[in-house]
Nanobody, 129 residues
Framework: QVQLVESGGGLVQAGGSLRLSCVAS????????MGWFRQAPGKEREFVAT????????YYADSVKGRFAISRDNAKNTVYLQMNSLNPEDTAVYSC??????????????????????WGQGTQVTVSS
């Protein structure tokens, strides 16, 4: 089992920045990749960014590329999402997710919810215009 706890959400004006954190605990040695997803009111949850735990390679949704950056601190079992140039369309509940015990992690899988085994409860990000 892996437990995930997000923090760092809040209210920010358009053009501002926030940094989200997600701390993993439990059987973290089995982590293969971690990702961030978001769900806006009335919309389905969508992929934001992912990072492979051992190589550090990253992948982003087109909507956030160039504005958001995902990173990890292996020693702290923490993944971060630095969000810059925020706009109202970024308003959503942001959740982190962990993929465990896999020998391969194709990007085509990591951009989908089914690519992950554990989920945090989410943190609200609200961007005002």
């Amino acid at each position: 089992q892996v437990q995930l706890v997000e923090s760092g959400g809040g209210l920010v004006q358009a053009g501002g920045s926030l940094r989200l954190s997600c701390v993993a605990s439990g059987r973290t040695f089995s982590t293969t990749a971690m990702g961030w997803f978001r769900q806006a009111p009335g919309k389905e949850r969508e992929f934001v960014a992912t990072i492979k735990w051992t190589t550090g390679s990253t992948y982003y949704a087109d909507s956030v590329k160039g504005r958001f950056a995902i990173s990890r601190d292996n020693a702290k079992n923490t993944v971060y999402l630095q969000m810059n140039s925020l706009n109202p369309e970024d308003t959503a509940v942001y959740s982190c997710a962990a993929r465990t015990l896999r020998t391969t992690s194709p990007i085509g899988v990591l951009i989908t919810e089914r690519g992950y085994d554990y989920w945090g409860q989410g943190t609200q990000v609200t961007v005002s215009s």
